[in-house]
């Protein structure tokens, strides 16, 4: 979609250059996650995404059962086709068509969307960076979990495992154009068409509209003086 290319292909040459060279540069530290399936208590090797880590119930036709916990403390139990974590560089992506909001790069958080929910009332969240997630798939859930990051590497969850995931300690640095902010608007514009309609004209007088302008002011649709309006007869 270009939300990580800000550049013009025609200048890419020169911009990397420039770059090279020692030209001032302004960098964007892309936040990532951090992931590892735990079975058996036994932790698993760690996997990084930038956009979003995935769990959701793959061939199975069964919604996928979840527990979510948040720095240890219960939150829900997700009923649905499955649940996103992302970033804010990974709002714009799997999360947005999901119903998850758009978050600037440099806002320090972690959405938490579900992927077609069992509940209405079940909304998209967003938390601090700096919280813990634990997904586990229950023994009595119908279906078992497949867990995917950045779209690949994806893992079969079993009844019993553990998923944790939390901000990675490497973050992706990437040159911006200009700025981080003036980046990501311009690529809302390009990308998304963010908010693009017909403006509104402004409002014609109507003819019914001097009627009572003039009414009011004590002069008649034609212009001529009525005098002040005189109050009804008493009854």
Same mark, same amino acid.
């Given at each position: 979609?270009?939300?990580?290319?800000?550049?013009?292909?025609?200048?890419?040459?020169?911009?990397?250059?420039?770059?090279?060279?020692?030209?001032?540069?302004?960098?964007?530290?892309?936040?990532?996650?951090?992931?590892?399936?735990?079975?058996?208590?036994?932790?698993?090797?760690?996997?990084?995404?930038?956009?979003?880590?995935?769990?959701?119930?793959?061939?199975?036709?069964?919604?996928?059962?979840?527990?979510?916990?948040?720095?240890?403390?219960?939150?829900?139990?997700?009923?649905?086709?499955?649940?996103?974590?992302?970033?804010?560089?990974? &709002? %714009? =992506?799997?999360?947005? @068509?999901?119903?998850? +909001?758009?978050?600037?790069?440099? !806002?320090?958080?972690?959405?938490?969307? /579900?992927?077609?929910?069992?509940?209405?009332?079940?909304?998209?969240?967003?938390?601090?960076?700096?919280?813990?997630?634990?997904?586990?798939?229950?023994?009595?859930?119908?279906?078992?979990?497949?867990?995917?990051?950045?779209?690949?590497?994806?893992?079969?969850?079993?009844?019993?495992?553990?998923?944790?995931?939390?901000?990675?300690?490497?973050?992706?640095?990437?040159?911006?154009?200009?700025? &981080? %902010? =003036?980046?990501?608007? @311009?690529?809302?514009? +390009?990308?998304?068409?963010?908010? !693009?309609?017909?403006?509104?004209?402004? /409002?014609?007088?109507?003819?019914?509209?001097?009627?009572?302008?003039?009414?009011?002011?004590?002069?008649?649709?034609?212009?001529?003086?009525?005098?002040?309006?005189?109050?009804?007869?008493?009854?």
């Amino acid at each position: 979609m270009g939300f990580l290319t800000p550049f013009d292909l025609q200048s890419l040459k020169d911009d990397i250059r420039g770059a090279v060279d020692g030209a001032a540069v302004k960098i964007s530290l892309r936040m990532r996650l951090s992931a590892r399936i735990v079975r058996a208590g036994k932790p698993g090797c760690t996997y990084h995404a930038l956009n979003e880590v995935v769990v959701e119930r793959g061939g199975n036709p069964h919604l996928s059962l979840i527990e979510c916990f948040c720095d240890d403390q219960f939150l829900t139990t997700v009923q649905a086709d499955g649940l996103i974590i992302a970033t804010p560089t990974g &709002s %714009t =992506a799997y999360s947005m @068509s999901a119903g998850g +909001s758009m978050v600037h790069p440099s !806002v320090p958080a972690i959405l938490f969307t /579900p992927i077609c929910p069992h509940s209405l009332s079940f909304r998209p969240l967003i938390f601090p960076d700096s919280v813990v997630f634990r997904c586990d798939i229950p023994e009595d859930g119908r279906a078992e979990g497949v867990v995917s990051f950045d779209g690949k590497n994806s893992q079969p969850l079993k009844h019993g495992d553990a998923l944790v995931i939390k901000m990675s300690s490497y973050p992706v640095p990437t040159i911006c154009k200009d700025d &981080s %902010t =003036a980046d990501w608007f @311009s690529s809302l514009d +390009s990308a998304l068409g963010f908010n !693009v309609r017909v403006r509104q004209k402004a /409002p014609k007088p109507s003819r019914y509209f001097n009627t009572i302008f003039n009414d009011l002011n004590g002069s008649s649709s034609t212009g001529s003086h009525a005098g002040p309006r005189q109050p009804p007869p008493p009854q």
